[in-house]
T-cell receptor, first 112, second 113 residues
């Protein structure tokens, strides 16, 4: 099955700084790479995703980049704000897998 | 359109008790799954279903049972609760499995004494 590793486990930044979270995966057949945000006490919610036919996708202050050769994808948050503080999860499906495997999560803390 | 609905939101059980966590979705999604979330461990898959009448085990299935008699409902049963099953449980659904976004319920916070 798919093995997804996510780093760092904790990331502390000052408001206005950029944050980058990286995930690596093992199954070269994986073709869909989402990122979820989970605020304290809430459900995980999709914030951005990318498919394997593109290398980068942006949505305002967040972006995801994909390197299929190296089998890693990253979440980039620019101009961080305190409301970006949350746990972020990456996920990847095994080729043909019905259900994704999640990374262990990154706790992002944005200090005002 | 309520999305994914989980009940109850909180539950306290004694060791050895059994209970069922309910999950229902109104999006006509074929794929449904149950995860448990523990500190530092991320979301670990317990059981999943690719359609009514079809279920399979995930990463941590021991002590749990599931069934899928309808497209809408996917209940999770704890057969004999143990303190190690204290966790937050999330139900999720998706239109097409791992290649589509997962829609999560609000979670059930379960404590086993």
């Amino acid at each position: 099955g798919e093995n997804v590793e996510q780093h760092p486990s904790t990331l502390s930044v000052q408001e206005g700084d950029s944050a980058v979270i990286k995930c690596t995966y093992s199954d070269s057949a994986s073709n869909y790479f989402p990122w979820y945000k989970q605020e304290l006490g809430k459900r995980p919610q999709l914030i951005i995703d990318i498919r394997s036919n593109v290398g980068e996708k942006k949505d305002q202050r967040i972006a995801v980049t994909l390197n299929k050769t190296a089998k890693h994808f990253s979440l980039h948050i620019t101009e961080t704000q305190p409301e970006d503080s949350a746990v972020y999860f990456c996920a990847a499906p095994s080729g043909g897998s019905y259900i994704p495997t999640f990374g262990r999560g990154t706790s992002l803390i944005v200090h005002p | 359109n309520a999305g994914v609905t989980q009940t109850p939101k909180f539950q306290v059980l004694k060791t050895g008790q059994s209970m069922t966590l309910q999950c229902a979705q109104d999006m006509n999604h074929e794929y449904m799954s149950w995860y448990r979330q523990d500190p530092g461990m991320g979301l670990r898959l317990i059981h999943y279903s690719v359609g009514a009448g079809i279920t399979d085990q995930g990463e941590v299935p021991n002590g749990y049972n599931v069934s899928r008699s309808t497209t809408e409902d996917f209940p999770l049963r704890l057969l004999s609760a143990a303190p190690s099953q204290t966790s937050v449980y999330f139900c999720a659904s998706s239109r097409q499995g791992g290649n589509q976004p997962q829609h999560f319920g609000d979670g059930t916070r379960l404590s086993i004494l």
